[in-house]
Nanobody, 117 residues
Framework: QVQLVESGGGLVQPGGSLRLSCAASKSILSINLMAWYRQAPGKQRELVAAISPGGSSRYADSVKGRFTISRDIASNIVYLQMNSLKPEDTAVYYC???????????WGQGTQVTVSS
């Protein structure tokens, strides 16, 4: 079992920045994929960014060039640096770990990000 704890959410003005953290209870190198998702009110949960054990990353088109996913392997933490935030980025952000054997997706509890003036 993998426990994930997110932190770093909050209220920020448009154009501002936030950094989210996801601390995993197991080595992130043992996990198939670490990812950030978000869910806005009335909308489906969507993939924001993901990073593989090898370090390759991918992003939703809506955040490319503004968000960066990174990791601290020694601390088993995955970060999401969010710059140039827009009101439409407002959502609950969730961290997900895809565990390989047996295959299972673990989720964190979520952290609220609100972009508003």
């Amino acid at each position: 079992q993998v426990q994930l704890v997110e932190s770093g959410g909050g209220l920020v003005q448009p154009g501002g920045s936030l950094r989210l953290s996801c601390a995993a209870s197991k080595s992130i190198l043992s996990i198939n994929l670490m990812a950030w998702y978000r869910q806005a009110p009335g909308k489906q949960r969507e993939l924001v960014a993901a990073i593989s054990p090898g370090g390759s990353s991918r992003y939703a088109d809506s955040v490319k060039g503004r968000f960066t996913i990174s990791r601290d392997i020694a601390s088993n933490i995955v970060y999401l640096q969010m710059n140039s935030l827009k009101p439409e980025d407002t959502a609950v952000y969730y961290c997900k770990a895809n565990w390989p054997t047996p295959p299972y997706d673990y989720w964190g509890q979520g952290t609220q990000v609100t972009v508003s003036s």
